[in-house]
């Protein structure tokens, strides 16, 4: 299995530019996150999942969109970016319910210019 | 508002030596407490996790304990190796409901270690 994978890995976007972080998981799980972590701050959620159909904010979410068509696809979309975004996402995933540990993808580093 | 801090923000020790990490909540209303090692560049390994009514959990050398009361938790590891050098954080659930909303997880900012040779 591959677990969970993220493209791309890395990116450079201009101001108010759009684009679409793909994360895709092999594992049947019902559960997705994004988080986006920046240094020295710790990993703060962005959207969760709970299945396909269902998305919710988390705690970081303005900037954002999130979709979720399939079990296995979560994508993060970012509309207008901005110099704020500049960080290092990661998606996850976790099988059933919460009580279940998170698997991670390695992340994409995206810098907004 | 759930906060989590992880002492110390850095470590440094010798191979063979063993060693806590701390973490601290403010919210003692948890779900779970996992413990996550990150390596650089990479994305977030599971180690262990501690469901709210448990008290700890074992994986080989690595032993994480959970005082929900006190909102602490701790990470031993065993006789540390080279191997084991990370970034280890802590992480904790709250406000999950079973419709699943609510749904907040927060983490610490991490303890870098480093295991010298």
């Known amino acids: 299995n591959a677990g969970v994978t993220q493209t791309p890995k890395f990116r450079i976007l201009k101001i108010g530019q759009s684009m679409t972080l793909q994360c895709t998981q092999d594992m049947n799980h019902n559960y997705m996150y994004w988080y986006r972590q920046d240094p020295g701050m710790g990993l703060k959620l962005i959207y969760y999942s709970v299945g396909a159909g269902i998305t919710d904010k988390g705690e970081v979410p303005n900037g954002y969109n999130v979709s979720r068509s399939t079990t296995e696809d979560f994508p993060l979309r970012l509309e207008l970016a901005a110099p704020s975004q500049t960080s290092v996402y990661f998606c996850a995933s976790s099988y059933l319910t919460v009580n279940q540990p998170q698997h991670f993808g390695d992340g994409t580093r995206l810098s907004i210019l | 508002k759930q906060e989590v801090t992880q002492i110390p923000a850095a470590l440094s020790v010798p191979e063979g030596e063993n060693l806590v990490l701390n973490c601290s909540f403010t919210d003692s209303a948890i779900y779970n407490l996992q413990w996550f090692r990150q390596d650089p560049g990479k994305g977030l390994t599971s180690l262990l996790l501690?469901?709210?009514?448990?008290r700890e959990q074992t994986s080989g050398r690595l032993n994480a304990s959970l005082d929900k009361s006190s909102g602490r938790s701790t990470l031993y590891i065993a006789a540390s190796q080279p191997g084991d050098s990370a970034t280890y954080l802590c992480a904790v659930i709250t406000g999950y409901n079973s419709g699943g909303s609510n749904y907040k997880l927060t983490f610490g900012k991490g303890t870098l270690l480093t295991v010298n040779p």
């Open positions: 501690i469901q709210s009514s448990q």
